[in-house]
């Protein structure tokens, strides 16, 4: 009843009386009528209406106005934080100098108001949203703040008065409850896809929640009150529930229960006495997990499947695990108390709608509500992550999330309290785990019967999808909180929960190679493999290893190793490993070794750790040591080929495995963990193994054919290639073995670039740095620059002609390519192999250039880091006689040329002989001959010490061979001649009977009986489990192959003598080494070259490292006995041996060939292809200067044939037509405008020649007659043709059976056939016509040049009789068609409105003017290419493309139809004085006066309507006549810029010198003659006197006077001559600029001097006659309004040349204005703001809000601004895009960073700089018109930019 009163009367009154009300003392009135109020205003059922808003605002300003209540309290803010929340697509800044958490950000305003110069920031689009830091002495040190922030003005705000928010205490409760309820009511479970409805229930609360984010943003008051009101448990109870009598509240909570259960969860009053169950320690049974059999409590709602279900092995099932393992309370219970749980309990059940997650955030700032807030977060994570898991929108809402995560777990105190009181930890890892375990598949490694192993599946949609993502990112977030990580890793439970969370990704994503056919579909599932061990392993390991630097933490270290050895031990159980990895699989995922090998790494190396002290027994590091050790040997394979059948995706695993981002969590640890095993294992074993597992042991026989089952035999190379490289790797690679930070730092970054030049950019990405971003090593600390510049030149960006932009790169130093170029690192980081190649390509080319003379340069060898002590076994690698058989072995071989042996072998064996004599076992005494053990191949070497073994000769070999093989048949020749010898060496006798054994069974039986002692040693029952080996017992396949039979070769060679032969075999010499060379060789000496220098190398260390060797040798090379071919008989040895020779020549023939080619290549680009200068010369000559007799010869580049054009079959240019906007762009003022990056700033374009050329022909046409106005200008200085050629020509037939070859060939690129466009057949420019070629008639060409004596009269004369000629319709031929149809082309190639000024459209005036104008645009663009003026002289670029000859022929022809009226004809008024013509016309408008005419334009009317060809001297004659009306027209414009007193004067001094001789060649005379008869009409002067003395401040001397008349004469001159040059093809002689004027009059044959301009002046009939006559024009006028028609004689004919704007230096100057400035025409911000960069204009591209018919605002622009040329810089790219007509291009950047690099779309943010070559660059191809040639990449726009 009361509410219904209060209803009725206005808001105002209503809120200021309750409010009044409820300040009393006793205000249960007040409350109770406010209550009925809100219960009517407020009632959930009728809907979210702004009337109850509106009621809402009235209430909570208690009287007031809303507005200025908000002001009120927001002068209360108290908030020393910013807070500032911003979603996706925000631009922010980040800066590394002053954050502590790598995720800490700033808006816009707090980072220009802080001081960040000298600092490592950037800018960056917001992925996921964020909210501004600044203030938050948590996240960012304080130095960083703004200045608003950092004087915490909020600190001494006033406190609030109560009763300011009195009324939003009692209000916004009530507006609260009326949300959640809004939220429950439309909440259905989504039985369907029914999430659409979510939506619709989230559109009515929109006004509701935008409301509270507004309240949020008054500040910290509102806030508090807020924060009061959302965690206020009382509140919430009272009305959540609702009171008994409202039954729609009670509805309304039973839906939110069933919801609360629907989702899996129990409300804490069911549970009852489960609540408490939050304590009980996580992780129990964690054990469990790994061994767990797969059980089958399957999800919920599968329950009723089968129990059995698993037994099907082949098929991959989900498995489930028995959930004994975690503590359920944690998964499924949730209890809410304050209306903030409910709220986001809500907010994650619509999925995270960005306005509730915006509201949530803003409240942050207030600390209560943070802490709050957090926890409850935490709270609902499991809750969040199931939802997550079901949502179909899981990018967004994962973006969402961590929207909301980031802002709390970045903060170290926020997560250290979390972690304590709301278990955080626990709760993630066991939400991790259960994630994953919704997608686990049994294992089939190994054993793929009996495996209890299982793992994730990488195909399934949670992996795919990077679903995992938030939570992991959470995670890893927290974990770089040093006092959460200790934490971790002192909570044990915990550990062996994580550990088993990492052993579902061990062994996953299994390879299995194909053996018979491809593989039909290729799984991609690799990508969602590496992602996930990257994201969920390796990134936490590395989180936690930075917490592991010093010996304080040791104890850590050595837990995690324990977990990681018993998590191992039990998975090698589980898939049942037992010594002997299972052939063909592969997997290249195992975290379990790798945090094992990273935590021993680190433990040695910053935490002083005894290495020994965390190695497990030595059984256990053989297992641990096969899987990483099975991988190295399939990167193998998978190079040879032989996993080819499992398709393309194999490759990409190996290529990711060795890549950026992921080697240093992948393939390093795993070869740190095999030198690991390598220097605790027997080396013997460990040798062997490696050969085995490379599948290379049969290849290792002394006997040139061999057997091998398990490879073919074009892969035996690249195998053995690749075991060598292994262990080369293996025992020099130190990155983990004794290198400090900076030293690998140095070595990656040298490496990377030896393979190439390098981006500053691309360098910091491919340099693998610690994977996690807080790992304190940030790319582009101050570390990595001092190490770029001192290891690598900066090569600034050059242009190359083509127009390709280079960016700034990187080179290395010369020093380094001499003493750190490291070839063994270079392999070991590549993707491709090729990347190998030209890492050495590039090292010889560094090599020719710095003089080292070698053919064929051999990777260097270079010097290692000490080894750190620990690993110091590491050397018995390379001193064990398996070794040292096998590269004796493999030094015999490759001397007797068998086959599968390469340089690549030898240099890599020889890279292990050097590195076994740099790094010897310490406690060998290297000169005495060791005793003899009793191992089965000690025949061979007597010791395991390199040096000694290597002048140990060995005699006799026995050996398996094929019955076959040529040793065979040598026996048997052998035996015919005399019985065998016996075997005499005393080493043959004790090696007699298992010989072959010795050699390669050693490899595999000795590893059977070593491995089978430590089994038996360690007591294990393993001993069974034995299984018969297939090598042991090779079963011959069918059709076997030659039976093999033990042949006995006599070999008589030590490793050192077979390195001398080997040297006399590469030299090519007998007696390569001779005994002088020993004795000056120096080790120390030639690390650079070829195989020669590599084996002196080893010898002379050897030499100098062992007397024995140093005898060896000398009786060696003494000796030097010619190497015996050992295979006299057989032929072909003679070819194997000259194999390189001959390839050395087929080398060199390759290389002159390709050199004669280029030769080729370059001679026909400098004729045809530069774009710059196309040689028309090659063609023809333009007009040519010699007069030559006979016609004019073309090419036709098509059909080939040369010939002259004629009527019937004419030749024509290749052309290109373009509208052309850049003459009209043209300013007076040398200095381009600014563009504006203020609102102050404004351009105008009022002063452009194009703007100042419509208001002079509008002025006309408003006072003289029409067609007399369209003779007296020029239009084309906006929308002109300009006209340009490759200079190529064809006859124009084949050019239209060109054309139609084109049309019916479909795969065209960039251009349109349709629109006449297609590429020069010769030079493939574009192009769009053909301008047909005049046909060249011998005779008359002599006659126009010859020279007559007729006075200037009688010339003048026949001008006349020549332009009455009326014009001939040429008859219709071929030619003449042609000529019409470019005329039509031509005039489809502007846009109507640049054709059409008459008043009349499509009169034959218009057409007259526009052809005309034709020409004198293209004479004007050429002046502007050369310069603006001649004096450059010759044919200049410009002159190369232009066709002004034929052009002016095709015009000619098509104006010779007007003919003019002689009545008007201006060359009678021109030349004779005419008396009282005008009394006739009076009626009419007056003809435009002569000095009003444009001069040029006259020229142009004259020479083309007259009859072609034409008489020079009839030329020079109409120059002469026109000449003198553009001087008295300079003298009139000069006139008017005196004062008076100035006019007075010099009209007098004119007067004295009037009756002087030759008084008409004296600019004295003149200039008073023309100021006493223009002062005659009185306004001419007094009008513009005002202003005249603003423009002339200085007194005009003499000089000042004649030198401005020769600058108003020049352009005339300057287009008089161009044209002359044209036409009748006289040379232009170059100058100085001071020169031009008398120069240029010369060349027009104007008799004058450089003294005088008036002294060029020649008249035929009295000069002050035509003088008075031409201003009596006038004067008659003075009637008209004068002030406008005397602007026309105030003609300035001078332009600058066009400039684009003038850009700023920064780009961010830019960005910040436009980025977020609404578009002019539509008023909101554009997606793409883009600039012109012509005019200055902002326009959205692809914007649909600026469309109109269709076209989008960039072309339209285009068209408007340039006649569709548009050069448009994009704001948010900071790139530049072209659009040409229909077609559009990336032009690339002209705002490169500090390392001369651009940044596309701003990805990378780092500050930008105007680069002023690229700036230059665009302005020239604009100018000159050469976008079309220069840019290669042209696409359609289709009007959508």
Known sequence: MMAALLLRRDKRSTAAHLKADLKRTDNSSGLRQLRELLDSVLHPERGSEPEALEWCKWLLAGGDGFDEFCRTVRSYDNATLCGLVWTANFVAYRCRTCGISPCMSLCAECFNNGDHTGHDF??????????????????????????????????????????????????????????????????????????????????????????????????GAMRTVLTKILTNQQTFKELSMGQEENVYAKRNYEKYLSALKSSGLVSVEEKGAGAGATDTPAGAGALGLLGATAAA?????????????????????????????????????????????????????????????????????????????????????????????????????????????????????????????????????????????????????????????????????????????????????????????????????????????????????????????????????YYAAFAAELEACAQPMWGLLTHCKVKETQEYTKTVVRYCLETLQMWFDAIGFVDEPALNQLTFHLPLHRYYAMFLSKGVKCQGLDLDSLLPDQEMLMKIMVHPLQIQASLSEIHSNMWVRNGLQIKGQAMTYVQSHFCNSMIDPDIYLLQVCASRLDPDYFISSVFERFKVVDLLTMASQHQNAVLDSEQERPMLEGALTFLVILSSLRVHLGMSDDEILRAEMVSQLCMNDRTHSSLLDLIPENPNPKSGVVPGSCSFEEMLAAVADFKAPVFEPGGSMQQGMYTPKAEVWEKEFDPIMVILRTVYRRDVQSAMDRYGAFLKQSGVQTGNPWPPYKERTPLHPCYKGLVRLLHCKTLHIVIFTLLYKIWMDHQNMSEHVLCMVLYLIELGLDNQVQDDKVEEEPCIEEHCHDS?????????????????????VPETAPEVERKRERERERETPASTSSESSSFGQNLREAQVFSLVAERRRKFQEIINRSNHEASQAVRPKSSSSRSLPPGSPPQLVTEILEIGESMLSLLVKLHQKLSGKQNSLSLSWLAEADPAHHPHGDGLTAIERILAKAAARSRHSKRCLQEICGKVCPPIPPKKNSPGDKKSMDKEERRQRARERQQKLLAEFASRQKSFMETAMDVESPETDAVMDMGSAEALDSEVLYDCVICGQSGPSTEDRPTGLVVLLQASSVLGHRCRSDTPKRLPTTDEEHIYPVDTCGAAHDVRLTLMQRYFKDSSCLQSVSIGWDGGV?????????????????????????????????????????????????????????????????????????????????????????????????????IKDIKNTTQKKYMDYGKNPGSPDNDFLFMYSVARTNLELELVHRGGNLCSGGASAAAKRSCLNQLFHVLAMHMRLYSIDSAYNPWTRLTQSTHSRDTEYCEERPEVPMLFRDVPSLLIIFILTMPQPLRKEHFTCVVKVLYSLQYTQALAALSVRFSREERLAWSNTGAAKKNTPNSDKSWESLLGHVISELTKAKDVYDTSSEEALVLSSSVWSPQSIEFSLQQFCLPFLRLS?????????????????????????????????????????????????????????????????????????????????????????????????????????????????????????????????????????????????????GIFLLINASVIIIIRGHRFCLWGSVYLDAHGEEDRDLRRGKPLYLCEERYRVLEQQWVSHTFDHINKRWGPHYNGL
């Open 1617 to 1765: 001559c161009l044209l002359q040059h044209h036409l009748y093809g006289d040379s232009l002689p170059g100058c100085l600029v001071e020169e031009e004027f008398s120069l240029l009059a010369g060349c027009l044959g104007l008799a004058g001097s450089a003294q005088s301009s008036a002294a060029c002046l020649e008249w035929n009939i009295s000069a002050f006659d035509l003088i008075s006559q031409w201003c009596s024009e006038v004067i008659a006028l003075s009637d008209a309004p004068t002030q406008q028609s005397v602007s026309l004689l105030v003609q300035d004919p001078q332009w600058a040349a066009p400039r684009l704007l003038h850009l700023p230096d920064n780009y961010n100057t830019i960005f910040q204005y436009y980025h977020s400035k609404s578009c002019t025409s539509c008023g909101k911000t554009p997606k793409d703001p883009a600039l012109c960069l012509v005019c200055g204009a902002f326009v959205c591209l692809k914007g649909h809000c600026c469309k109109q018919q269709g076209v989008c605002e960039c072309v339209l622009h285009s068209q408007h601004c340039g006649a569709a040329t």
């Open 122 to 219: 950037n800018m960056f689009r917001s992925q996921a949203g964020g909210a501004c830091d600044c203030g938050d002495g948590n996240v960012m040190r304080e130095s960083g703040f703004c200045s608003r922030h950092r004087l915490k003005t909020g600190e001494n705000v006033p406190s609030v008065p109560r009763d300011l928010l009195l009324m939003s205490e009692m209000v916004l409760p009530r507006f609260i409850i009326t949300i959640i309820q809004y939220l429950r009511d439309g909440y259905t479970e989504p039985e369907s896809p029914a999430d659409r409805d979510l939506q619709k229930v989230l559109q009515q609360l929109d006004l509701h929640i935008s409301f509270l984010e507004e309240l949020t943003k008054m500040g």
């Open 940 to 960: 061979w070497f007597p010791g395991t010490s390199l040096l000694s073994n290597l002048h140990h000769v060995i005699n006799f070999v026995r050996v398996r």
């Open 297 to 525: 409590s399957l999800e919920d709602s599968s329950k009723e499947e089968d129990q059995d279900g698993l037994q099907g092995v082949g098929q991959r099932k989900r498995v489930k695990l028995s959930s004994s393992t975690k503590d359920p309370s944690i998964m499924d219970t949730l209890k809410h108390k304050c209306f903030l749980e409910e709220l986001l309990f809500w907010t994650i059940k619509y999925e995270f709608p960005q306005k509730m997650v915006t509201f949530l955030l803003n409240m942050l700032p207030d600390q209560d509500y943070k802490i709050t807030f957090t926890k409850t977060f935490v709270q609902h994570y499991a809750f969040i992550m199931k939802t997550l898991m079901k949502s179909h929108e899981s990018d967004t809402m994962s973006n969402r999330i961590v929207h909301i995560s980031v802002q709390l777990f970045s903060n170290e105190e926020l997560a250290r309290h979390v972690t304590e009181e709301c278990q955080l930890l626990d709760i993630m890892v066991t939400v991790l785990l259960y994630m994953m375990e919704s997608c686990l598949i049994k294992s089939e490694l190994q054993d793929e019967e009996n495996n209890r192993h299982v793992v994730v599946n990488c195909g399934e949609a949670l992996l795919k999808n990077n679903t995992y993502w938030p939570l992991v990112s959470d995670f890893i977030n927290i974990l770089s909180h040093q006092s959460v990580a200790k934490r971790f890793l002192e909570d044990q439970s915990l550990l062996m929960l994580w550990m088993s969370f990492v052993s579902f990704f061990q062994g996953m994503n299994l390879n299995k190679r194909e053996l018979n056919e491809h593989v039909e579909f290729e799984s991609q599932t």
């Open 1282 to 1382: 300009y006209v340009q050629t490759c200079g190529h020509t064809l006859h124009i037939d084949c050019h239209k059976s060109y054309m139609e070859s084109l049309r019916n060939d479909q795969v065209l690129q960039g251009f349109s056939v349709d629109k006449g466009e297609f590429t020069c057949p010769l030079c493939r420019q574009f192009a769009n016509s053909v301008l047909p070629c005049r046909p060249g008639r011998g005779m008359e060409t002599g006659a126009w040049h010859t020279p007559s004596n007729k006075s200037m009269s009688t010339l003048v004369r026949e001008v006349e009789d020549l332009q009455e000629q009326l014009g001939i319709f040429p008859a219709e031929s071929n030619l003449s068609k042609e000529m019409e149809s470019v």
